[in-house]
């Protein structure tokens, strides 16, 4: 009984894990535009001139971009939407 329970849970643990590692990012048609300014080297200031927002409206979607890739900087954000074929 106790090897079922540990290995329901190791079972769990792994099932969590794939999907966790293999979830499709959904991102804002916005979002998906500024990410690609992102990887193309564009600036925030820059990034607000282009799409006619103010300077804290972009940077409230690049804090909105790195929650949903679960990152801590841009470098991540980039490197993850590459892995995920979004930019």
């Known amino acids: 009984m ?3 329970i540990f290995g329901m849970a190791k079972f769990v643990d792994v099932i ?3 999907f966790m590692e293999n979830r499709t990012i959904r991102l804002t048609a916005k979002e998906q535009r500024i990410l ?7 600036t925030s200031p820059q990034i607000a001139e282009e799409m006619c927002l103010s300077l804290p409206t972009i940077k409230w979607y690049r804090k909105r971009i790195k929650v949903k890739f679960e990152a801590d900087t841009t470098v991540e954000v980039v ?3 590459l892995e995920q074929g979004l930019i």
């Open 2 to 4: 106790v090897f079922f």
């Open 16 to 18: 969590l894990s794939y």
């Open 36 to 42: 690609q300014m992102i990887a193309n080297g564009h």
């Open 79 to 81: 490197r993850k939407a």
